[in-house]
């Protein structure tokens, strides 16, 4: 259930993992979800007409900062960046949102091994695409 960030429905999940080529039938779709609910892996609320949604937790809303010299790695919180990408997927009615974020710089050894003029080296002009 990679990139389930959203709250979506079993059967939007199930369109999805259709939509990818994987052939998989509801009933299962509803399975796994359960289980995954009662793991505490997805969050469920019930919308007003009693469907279930579901979402992959937040707390695993993590991407990694990497050092671009010696490929150091840090786990940090993405919790903001899951925030709006939800928003904004929401503001124009998409469901299932996937949402990859790299993110490099200089770790603290790299950082005092540079003065401060180079300490943006390498960042892309703002609207540099991927
Ligand atoms: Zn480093």
Known sequence: MAGM????????VHRAL?????QVGLATVYRHLHVL?????VDTVHTP????RYRLRASSATF???CRVCGLAVAVDGTE????AERVAAEASFT?????????????AHSRDSGPARRRAGRPPPNRTQ
């Open 5 to 12: 960030r959203a709250f979506s429905s079993a059967r939007d």
């Open 18 to 22: 259709r939509d990818r080529g994987q």
């Open 37 to 41: 609910a009662e793991r505490g892996d």
């Open 49 to 52: 007409s009693g469907e279930s």
């Open 64 to 66: 990694h900062l990497t």
């Open 81 to 84: 960046v899951w925030d709006w």
């Open 96 to 108: 299932l949102i996937r949402c990859a974020v790299e993110l490099t710089g200089l770790c603290p």
